[in-house]
């Protein structure tokens, strides 16, 4: 039986998926234990912090970019310049001292757009095929992540750090061969879609495409005048920051506190992140049942249990044990919340503002949260321990969902706008949250 142009569309994206996680996954893995051969703790913290800030600039810009061109070659670009500044790690004048990395790492990150660019090309791939969501094609990613963390470690452990360069030049080469040959109607999508007249609230097409710093003042136009929105980029860098607790103090206190064994860490990372597997699968369904604030209530209150647990019943002689079944949440905590706000972010956000928008959201979920939880929890766990710093974790936990809360409950009316993956007009992303959680879809407040 031959497949359609849409059912090829569908394998392109997973495979763009899983490719790119897994040329991603030896530097993303492993980079700490490489950078620390030749730099202190403190160097490391500080290339960090120069990660982190490059990203934090450039991470819109992309989204942006997505928006004014075709997303895809946008994400050709990307690919080829952190592919080709990733052998710059390799010279000794550079590895070896510190000012160049800083540089390197700066540039590099800044350069670095391609978790938001797949996200925003998938976005517009699924877009009006009722069968796909963006769940079960981010699951790729998921599983890319569990086997290569495992693959990639085994292999540096048999042939050294060359294999993780090795593994990272051969794999960008098949997601960028995935780019070149991808379907005809992606190549078109930048062609189709609407452009912006006079800012964020005027959507009448025009003739010429409105310039990267166009598209990003629109969007912060729309911002500032939209406080529902601003609460909910302050809602994805609490909960970022809360993430980062999980990621960062829980393997460190493995090393420090338990002396675990880098075997048993890497399959702790395989067991969490298969359990985001049937959630990215089933997540169309889950969104269109219970909606996305009850999604993202769940995956606080899972959050809150999980950090709770680990500042009670994990000890030393039952690591081994505890932390599988705790781990086990790990898909409930990420996976249920991530869907929830990406797709949220996309039906909220003007067609002509989708990528940028989502850039933000990137922005604001995975470099400021993250690299205040990053910097923020490693201070706190050093002066107080880790069950102080678990338990101001559920602290924060919340206060988001307080946040949460006050956001959907601040105006309770019903839903006027966009319809799932439909144009969008950006406005009410409070009453949309209201909408979903009450499990009301679109097409039902259109009926009533």
Known sequence: MRMSDADWELVWIKAIHFTSCLSNTPWGRY???YLNQSQSLSANGALRAAGLLSKFISTPIWGACADRWEPSLVLLASVALVTCLFDLYRWPSVIGAFWPLLVLKAVRSGCNGVGTLIDVVTIRV????????????RLWTALAWGVGSMGVGHCIDLYGFEAMFGLTYFLSFLVVLLIVFRPRAVRKEAEVLPLIAGGAEGLAPRKARQSITELLTAYRDMTAKKPELRKFLLLLVLY??????????LFLQMEREYHAQRGFMGTLTLVGTLTEVPIFYFSKTLLRRYGHATLIFV?????????ALLGLVVT???????????QSSHGLCFALFWVSVVDFASITTPVPLRATGQGVVSTSYYIVGAGLGSVGWNVVY????????????????????ALLQYTMGS??????????HGDGDGDDVCDTLIMRRRGVSDGDSAAK
């Open 31 to 33: 980079q700490g234990v």
């Open 126 to 137: 699924i877009e009006g095929k009722d069968s796909a969501g963006y769940g079960s094609q």
């Open 240 to 249: 970022g920051t809360v993430n980062a607790l999980v990621d960062n103090v």
């Open 299 to 307: 995956s606080h209150a899972a959050m809150a249990i999980r950090l």
């Open 316 to 326: 030393k002689e039952n690591h081994t044990q505890v932390l599988m079944v705790i």
């Open 382 to 401: 050093d002066y107080l321990g880790s069950s102080v710093t678990y338990h101001l974790g559920v602290v924060v936990v919340g206060l988001s969902m």
């Open 411 to 420: 105006r309770p009316h019903p839903l006027s706008g966009a319809g799932d």
